[in-house]
């Protein structure tokens, strides 16, 4: 059973960084891919990043690329969201998943019900 523990959330203004972290506690972390998706009230969840299952490869959602990476630790199995140059559209629960593909592009590229577990979610709040 997976279970994705979420945290790191919090407030920051426009243009500061913050560092999202995911632990997980199943038995197959190493062996699928990781990733982080984004909620706003009344919008559906949307695709941020993705990690594949050995870490080398990541796929990240247009919005994000240039400002956000993604990582993962097999040994400590945990994967973070580092945020920088943060945008007030940036603002949203960010919730961590795992997937059911060993793939990053997989991950951002099929439907949410893919998705094997998810963490109870962190928020995000970034000023203007």
């Known amino acids: 059973q997976v279970q994705l523990v979420d945290s790191g959330g919090g407030l920051v203004q426009a243009g500061g960084s913050l560092r999202l972290s995911c632990a997980d506690s199943g038995r197959t972390f190493s062996t699928v891919a990781m990733g982080w998706f984004r909620q706003t009230p009344g919008k559906e969840r949307e695709f941020v990043a993705a990690?594949?299952?050995?870490?080398?490869?990541?796929y990240y959602a247009d919005s994000v690329k240039g400002r956000f990476t993604i990582s993962r630790d097999n040994a400590e199995n945990t994967v973070h969201l580092q945020m920088n140059s943060l945008k007030p559209g940036d603002t949203a629960n960010y919730y961590c998943?795992?997937?059911?593909?060993?793939?990053?592009?997989?991950?951002?590229?099929?439907?949410?019900?893919?998705?094997?577990?998810w963490g109870q979610g962190t928020l995000v709040t970034v000023s203007s």
């Open positions: 998943a795992a997937s059911q593909f060993p793939t990053a592009q997989a991950m951002g590229l099929m439907p949410l019900s893919t998705v094997n577990a």
């Open positions: 990690i594949s299952w050995n870490g080398i490869n990541t």
